[in-house]
């Protein structure tokens, strides 16, 4: 028996994600590079040289194009940007500028984030989120990033502010249980919705962009009985964040996981449940679940899944994983959503918030040379992004 292969539309658009701090290496001037270096770090390892690409870029992104894909999301990094408040550097705008112009070159659409997780370490060190002047400080940066913005379309004002509120602004930790997600800090939340809101306005003078953010999105359950514990769990670290998002040119849904609540909260993955690198319940239908559960709560706005993959040491899962999780993407298109595109997490091998060990990359890399060893699930996801059919390989 064949299984089935689904047949996404013409202009569904076909790509990968990455972050400047999981891949570029040396971001000194971040929140993150002082925590991984501190004598008492809580961290499994430092990111150091991470896969040097931010030398690599070209590279990678070549290997992309080749592979069909045609759509890059990667973000810009205000440490470098901004390493002291106030003081600018025309040397990494340019930097940041010619990976757009790389994207270009290689037919490459970019998606542009603008703050993937990790801050400078002059804005955390003053209170970062909590500031009163957030906002202000990060629409700042924005004004003087816009420049090199203007022939972009899509754009990602902040990554999972949802992430950022639960973890004080940006300290995921290596601890990957999803389980034990603290509570959102509200004033952090508050005022990431106003940054966001600040950014979207500079945004909107760059003729076509498409501005939004992007939301960590898990596949909550109600243990049966438990339906308003659910809300109550899942409204301040998710929905709260995907209604202020709602009329936006998009919402950025990042789904890889389900989470059951019960009358105390999470309850814990079954024990024989199997479970990917970062200790997380293997669940491809998490996808299509979070694209209804976004589409309902954002009030129908279009939706750009932005990042979905698996961290696993076995090739063939990811393509089993990404497989089913189409499956699930496609009915949901089927059932009238509306989606731009998918983004796989993650391009490449990355540093996992504390941690080289899950690898979810299309592509990894040799340790002492950064040598770059695409891997089939590349290929399949290319062919996929000139064909627009998805078929499974073996299946
Ligand atoms: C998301 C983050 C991304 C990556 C994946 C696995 O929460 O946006 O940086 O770590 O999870």
Redesign the pocket.
Same mark, same amino acid.
Do not use: C, V
């Given at each position: 028996m064949t299984a089935q292969s689904y047949k996404f539309p013409q202009d569904f658009i076909w790509g990968a994600s990455t972050?400047a701090h /999981?891949i570029e290496g040396n971001n000194t001037n971040s929140d993150w590079w002082a925590r991984e270096y501190a004598p008492q770090t809580d961290l499994k390892e430092p990111s150091g040289d991470a896969c040097d690409s931010y030398n690599r870029y070209e590279e990678d992104i070549r290997l992309l194009a080749q592979s069909g894909l045609t759509m890059y999301r990667f973000s810009i990094e205000w440490a470098r940007i901004e390493p002291i408040e106030g003081v600018y550097s025309r040397a990494q705008l340019l930097h940041y500028r010619a990976v757009i112009d790389t994207c270009h070159k290689y037919n490459i659409e970019p998606m542009v984030t603008l703050h993937? +997780?990790t801050l400078p370490l002059w804005f955390a060190s003053q209170g970062g989120w909590l500031r009163d002047d957030a906002a202000d400080i990060f629409s700042r940066y924005i004004e003087y990033v816009k420049p090199i913005l203007h022939d972009v379309t899509w754009v990602c004002t902040i990554? &999972?502010p949802n +992430?950022v509120a639960l973890t004080q602004g940006g300290t995921e930790g290596s601890d990957f249980a999803a389980s034990s997600l603290p509570s959102p800090d509200s004033i952090i939340s508050q005022h990431l919705v106003e940054a966001h809101k600040r950014a979207r306005d500079v945004l909107s003078s760059i003729e076509g962009v498409k501005a939004g953010w992007t939301i960590?999105c898990q596949a909550f359950h109600a243990i049966p009985g438990c339906e308003a514990e659910m809300e109550a769990y899942q409204y301040p670290r998710e929905d709260y964040f995907t209604e202020a998002a709602a009329g936006d040119d998009f919402i950025g849904v /990042?789904a890889?996981l389900r989470t059951f609540i019960g009358k105390n909260g999470p309850v814990p993955i079954p024990t024989d449940a199997e479970r990917t690198l970062?200790g997380w319940e293997y669940f491809p239908p998490a996808l299509g679940i979070a694209v209804h559960h976004t589409w309902e709560v954002g009030r129908h706005t279009p939706i750009f899944v932005t &990042?979905n993959?698996i961290?696993t040491s076995d090739d063939s899962r990811r393509i089993d994983y990404t497989y089913d999780a189409l499956a699930g993407l496609h009915s949901a298109m089927n059932d009238g959503i509306t989606v731009h595109g998918y983004l796989h %997490?993650?391009l490449l091998d990355n540093y &996992? %918030?504390g941690s080289y060990k899950p690898t979810?990359g299309l592509i990894g890399w040799d340790k002492e040379t950064f040598e770059r060893q695409p891997r089939p699930s590349l290929g399949w996801l290319g062919e996929i992004g000139q064909t627009g059919i998805v078929q499974h390989p073996t299946r």
């Open positions: 972050a /999981q993937h +997780m990554n &999972e +992430m960590a /990042q890889y970062t &990042e993959g961290a %997490w993650s &996992e %918030w979810f």
